[in-house]
């Protein structure tokens, strides 16, 4: 049996999946509304293939439970959040789950850490605890989660997966377990390297995404279309340019590179500005919102409008949300009033936030597409006779402005 800790947005699909796939699944969560929930039959959120991923797991037999259970294997999936002072991973939900799996963990159980977390951090953290509880006959892995919101059931099935242990009789041990329902090639190395390739995969990418936003920047400065620009170059056979965006949300591309710069801040130079340029992005598309209200004569900050409140497209996940940084920076500056709508957020979670399209886009005068939501790029005409700011490039309209 496996007891799997922690069911958010990476913890709840890894169980169902084990359990649709013929391995006995338990899993816990200290939140007892959420466990509530999923005992009721719900999910707890959007996910395309989620809810006939989570019928087959009830089939199968999947229970739910805040208590932790005596089992051989233990898959831990708590956030790893980092200190913002320090940059430096936020250990104390993975500290603390280890704590309670040590009191009920029988002799030989496998812990298996699948929170993404910073080079060292099973030595520092991890195992001086089972250690100093004289638990040496447990046995640690790190298999850490690669799957994105939005295609996470494609990417359980599909996706490469790495696995560091220890003993290689482990590593193959929890190898063989992914293997239950895992298509992609499966990797067992040692549990430093795990845990390195994992930061350094989010860390490549947000490096990338602040090229992008730095050029667009540079761009802005001299009047010139970052689009075409990366357009040109990328039809180079080795240049590929990602596209500049309003910022960077969810929980990894935001928040992993930041262990690196906190480990080592005197050499991950390169790794930091990208960081501070990826988290300046906000702050740039307030300044342009700025920049289009003067140029068109508009005076009222409450008629303009701020299209999408998730991270990315077609999810529900507003984690480190481009949205959610901005709307905090306007306060910072005691500025209030945009208003705020996404199909996919349901409950009110901002003020001024609508739950209707059309009830939103006849309050406002201008639009700031901040995510590219499926909705609004099928329903770009509704944007007709309004002020656009298209921060995704993805508007096809006259006059529409850009970052």
Known sequence: MVNVIGLGYIGLPTALMLSAHNVKVIGTDRNRELVKTLRAGKTTFKEDGLEELFEN???AGITFSTEYQTTDTYIVSVPTPYDKFSKKVNAGYVISAIKDIIKVAPEGAVIVIESTISPGTIDKSVRPLIDAAGRKDLHIAHAPERIIPGNMVYELFHNNRTVGADKREIGEKIKALYASFCQGEIVVTDIK??????VVENTFRA???AFANELAKICRHDNMDVYEIIRICNMHPRVHILQPGPGVGGHCISVDPWFLVGDYPSIAKVIDESMKTNDSMPDFVLNRIYEIMKERGLTDLTRVGLYGLAYKENVDDMRESPTLQMLESQE???????KVYDPFIEKDVVKNQYHDLDEFLNSVDMVVIMVKHDEIREKA?????????DCQNVIDLPGVFHI
């Not at 910072?332 to 009033?337: E, P, Q, R, S, Y």
């Open 332 to 338: 910072k500056h005691l500025a209030a009033g945009l």
């Open 207 to 209: 490096v990338n995404i």
């Open 381 to 389: 005409d509704t944007l007709i006779g309004k002020i656009v700011l």
């Open 57 to 59: 797991a009830l089939q």
């Open 193 to 198: 390297t795990a845990e390195m390739t994992k």
